[in-house]
């Protein structure tokens, strides 16, 4: 069964990073890019960027640009998204999904708290 | 950016009721446009790519048309378990931008 795994949620503080991991099954994560997308509370979806496991290249939202990074293990089937500097904004859940452009495969959601 | 503007955010509807939403593109996306539903507290759902493909496994009362910058996702009979949010993305372009939204309720 393909599907994408997402780690647990977080709770960070202001300044603080924090790194989501999104494990692949049913299907090597090289064949496929992975693209995140944040929800924040209540809020519509917003696209963050993508990666592709297969060279590693990446392209990121200008929004995020500076703040992101994106990772692929490929030993693992996993794909990380890393976000610094973090502030209340940043409460969101974050989702992985497979593909660059209609992404069909979508992982369950991680769910990142900013509080002090 | 190419803003993606839904109608309507809001719509309330019965059972068996033929529903339609349009998404606008601010600027002319071809049919690279799909079509998510979004459940509380759950993961988007594709129902549809390239403008009018349905996804494998989803229900023939889902379809989509439209190409340029006018599209709409219609529900020929709207069922209990199709209340929810509905978005469109375009992916015509950098960044990828969703609609706003459409919540569709139980009238």
């Known amino acids: 069964q393909v599907q994408l795994v997402q780690s647990g949620a977080e709770v960070k503080k202001p300044g603080a990073s924090v790194k989501v991991s999104c494990k692949a099954s049913?299907?090597?994560?090289?064949?496929?890019?992975i693209t995140w997308v944040r929800q924040a509370p209540g809020q519509g979806l917003e696209w963050m960027g993508w990666?592709?496991?297969?060279?590693?290249?990446?392209k990121y939202a200008q929004n995020f640009q500076g703040r992101v990074t994106m990772t692929t293990d490929t030993s693992t089937n996993t794909a990380n998204m890393e976000l610094t500097s973090l502030t209340s904004d940043d409460t969101a859940v974050y989702y992985c999904?497979?593909?660059?452009?209609?992404?069909?495969?979508w992982g369950q959601g991680t769910m990142v708290i900013v509080s002090s | 950016d190419i803003q993606m503007t839904q109608s309507p955010s809001f719509l309330s509807a019965s059972v068996g009721d033929r529903v339609i939403i349009t998404c606008r593109a601010s600027?002319?996306?071809?049919?690279?446009l799909g079509w998510y539903q979004q459940k509380p507290g759950k993961a988007p759902k594709r129902l549809i790519y390239?403008?009018?493909s349905l996804q494998s496994g989803v229900p023939s009362r889902f379809s989509g048309s439209g190409s340029g910058t006018e599209f709409t996702l219609t529900i020929s009979s709207l069922q209990p378990e199709d209340f929810a949010t509905y978005y469109c993305?375009?992916?015509?372009?950098?960044?990828?931008?969703f609609g706003q939204g459409t919540k569709v309720e139980i009238k």
């Open positions: 600027q002319g996306i071809r049919n690279d």
């Open positions: 999904a497979r593909g660059l452009d209609a992404f069909d495969i």
């Open positions: 990666i592709t496991a297969y060279n590693g290249n990446t």
């Open positions: 390239a403008a009018s």
């Open positions: 993305l375009q992916y015509n372009s950098y960044p990828r931008t």
């Open positions: 049913g299907y090597t994560l090289s064949s496929y890019y």
